[in-house]
């Protein structure tokens, strides 16, 4: 047979590919020699998964993970969301208390899909019970958690992923590899563009629904009344619960800024933070708009803001507003990277293929599968519990320097803020009981 009746077709599938995956043919080739995609376990070897966090995405996960394992049980503070996910996962077990489905010898694996202020608590009551974690971003509530859940889980050897999928996703993957390699000269600045919150309310208190246990929702956070733009969903725009869109989408894109950057163990020294308007009394707490500036130790800046600012140094977006993305600014020229695109400000540094000496990132393609791929090979996986929780300490420290309307200092090595014992108060928050360490002791 002619050679090309087999090549031309082939390579045509490769480009038809590689342009759907927004990628250059030349790095989706590169791509493939650098490992196999993950493949789900035999039948025999499936291990057993429980969900906990029966919501929109912790189902998402749930449905892309039963791939690679079966899912027994499910646990939810609300019944109906719990019903809802039984159903679907035909699993056979339904709990209240995610503690007793950790119980269970034939769970292997968990899904954490909870809200961000339960995250911590769940991880670490997984790692006690031996299982290993596929956690929803952001890591955690506050700094004082991740550092403690760092520990728990390197302690108990167990494999954690972290939800922030960017990371299995070729374009973040290709613009942190040119950035790190030169491509754009010396990186000199780094612009994260996060949604605008919302800015709503106040809100009437309503009943709590039958189904739902409210107090354990609350978890170690404040009791207050229930009222639906509280709970389900609504709980990342309170402060109480979570960050705002600066944590919540804050925490894929810190996270890819960190890994072009090269400090995705370490983080920021300096952070000037402030909110752009006033925060409803009453409504939703988390800032909506917001500016913070950012200075690394190797001389590299960086601002997070919000997606209806306009940053005097952006390259893309009309009228140079912010776009959802990250904008790695350096000595000769630009790179772009979202979720939906790749650009620069020449072809040519996305058209020119990286040289085989080059610098290369860990490679996965599917973040779910590379999970499952680390926990038979018990290595870490490829946004590991200590990059979970770096990447999110900016977020953190961006909300703290906000909230204090000041500009706050940063010991990355050792973790700790610098010459402001106030602010370092907020590294941590007082947990109300009984929904504190000792919950899951
Ligand atoms: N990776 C991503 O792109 C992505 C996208 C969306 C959401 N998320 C993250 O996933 C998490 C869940 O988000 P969501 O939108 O599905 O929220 P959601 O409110 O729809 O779901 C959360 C579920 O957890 C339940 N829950 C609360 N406390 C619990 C507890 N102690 N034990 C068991 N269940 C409990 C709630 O009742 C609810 O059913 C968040 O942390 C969010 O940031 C990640």
Known sequence: ?????????????????AAAAGL?????EQMKSFGASPKPLGPNDRPGIGLIGCGGQGRGDCNWAKNFGTVIAVADVDEKQA???????????????????LERDDIHVIINGTPDHWHTLVNVAAARAGKDMYSEKPLTLTIEEGKRLVKEIRGAKRVLQVGSQQRSDGKFRLACELVRNGRIGKL???????????????????????????????????????????????????YQFSGGQMTDWGAHHNDIAQWGN????????????????????????????????CKYANGVTMTLLDDSSVHERGVVGEGKRTPNGVQFLGSDGWIFVSRGEIRASKPEFIETPLAANATRLYKSDNHMGDFFDCIRSRKDPICDV???????????????????????????????????????????????????????S
Request: glycine residues 10%.
């Open 1 to 17: 047979m002619n050679p090309f009746q087999i090549h031309l077709p082939r390579r045509r599938f490769l480009k038809a590919t």
């Open 24 to 28: 250059p043919l030349w790095y989706f």
């Open 83 to 101: 019903d809802q996910a039984k159903t679907q996962f035909k699993a056979e077990h339904k709990y209240g208390d995610f503690r007793k489905l």
């Open 188 to 238: 000199e600045h780094i612009i994260v563009g996060l949604p605008t919150g919302p800015r709503e309310g106040p809100f009437p208190k309503q009943p709590v629904p039958p189904e739902m246990n409210w107090d354990f929702y609350l978890g170690q956070t404040p009791f207050v009344d229930y009222n639906g733009k509280k709970a389900h969903g609504n709980f990342r725009w309170w």
């Open 262 to 293: 090269g400090t995705d163990r370490s983080g920021p020294i300096e952070f000037d933070g402030k909110s752009l308007v006033d925060m409803i009394p009453g409504g939703y707490d988390a800032a909506s708009k917001y500016r913070i500036e």
């Open 386 to 440: 200590e990059i979970g929780h770096r990447s999110i300490s900016v977020a953190h420290l961006g909300v703290i320097s906000v909230r204090l309307g000041r500009k706050i200092q940063w010991d990355p090595v050792k973790e700790e803020i610098v010459g402001d014992a106030d602010a370092a108060k907020w590294v941590g928050r007082p947990m109300r009981k009984p929904y504190d360490w000792s919950f899951v």
